[in-house]
């Protein structure tokens, strides 16, 4: 317990120092010719008035304690006996994080969260697979965009369309499935740039992926925005390594514990201190589409397989489809 109190306070500690420098945006980042309006951001941000994104729900609704992993799961992973479980606390957020607002079939509004990382385009945006799974290059779009740093109806930075055949997810999880590819758990998404026509990282600025660097890693600062509530959380934590115990969610994971992540929240980031900002390591999904209960979460390894799909997102690869 003393070595988890002193890693709490060192996570602390270092947060606070670099949360200045965590929000970069267009000063440090400004570049190319001046930007030209996109009327295609600007009806989209006419659409999602603030009573409209008020009223959106999580589309993760199994997410924190779904009926599927208690019913199927030969063993449910959750907090451990003695286990401490960092608490989180609501905050206005960061400009490099926020979340995708769009329509389902029904026309309700949905939401999940991701984060803004660095890109050539300077517009990518790295999120859950099955957050983004329904978005391949066929689908209609159903005013799809995301919002940089949302909190209480408000869009500092403005909305950020997400480009036609921009959604990039693996064909491993396409092809197996959310479960049985819970492994590949991770998606990006190319966007347009906002009303104003500033391309999204010249904007809300970026975190820098890192893929290859294992499961354990300390202090990490996660950051979700739960259904329902208006502020996204964050928790100070650290990551483990994690075997899946259930056959039809295979594969090894990290694990984190912090408090009250629920619905809404899957692909949100696990962010470490990087030079200048943040370091985005995993995003909450993969085991039970990111876990059984609120107080632990998940993330698919970042590995070859997430350099392989955000290089296809950054050259302009054809994305890949579901089986037909």
Known sequence: MVRRTRLIRQATAVAAALLLSAGLGSAAFAAGSPPTPNPDAAALGAYWTPARMTAAVPDDTGRGGSLWARTTSPTVDGPRPGEFIPPSKSFDGIPQAGTFFWTDASGKGRTCSGSVVRSPGRDLVLSAGHCLKGYSGTSPKRHLGFVPQYHDGLTPFGIFP????????????YDRGEHAGAAYDFGFAVTEPNQDGKRLQDAAGAVQLLTGTGFSHAPVRMIGYPGGAQKPLECLSWTTKWVSDDPADPGTFERIACDAFVGGTSGGPMLVPWPGGWAVVGVIGGY???????????????????????????????PARPAS
């Not at 997400?162 to 999880?173: H, L, T």
């Not at 589409?289 to 698919?300: C, D, E, F, L, R």
């Open 288 to 318: 039970h589409t990111g876990g059984n209960t609120p107080q632990v979460s998940y993330s698919a390894e970042f590995g070859a397989a997430t350099q392989a799909l955000y290089n296809a997102a950054t050259t302009g690869a054809p």
């Open 162 to 173: 997400v480009k036609d055949n921009g959604v990039y997810v693996s064909q491993e999880y």
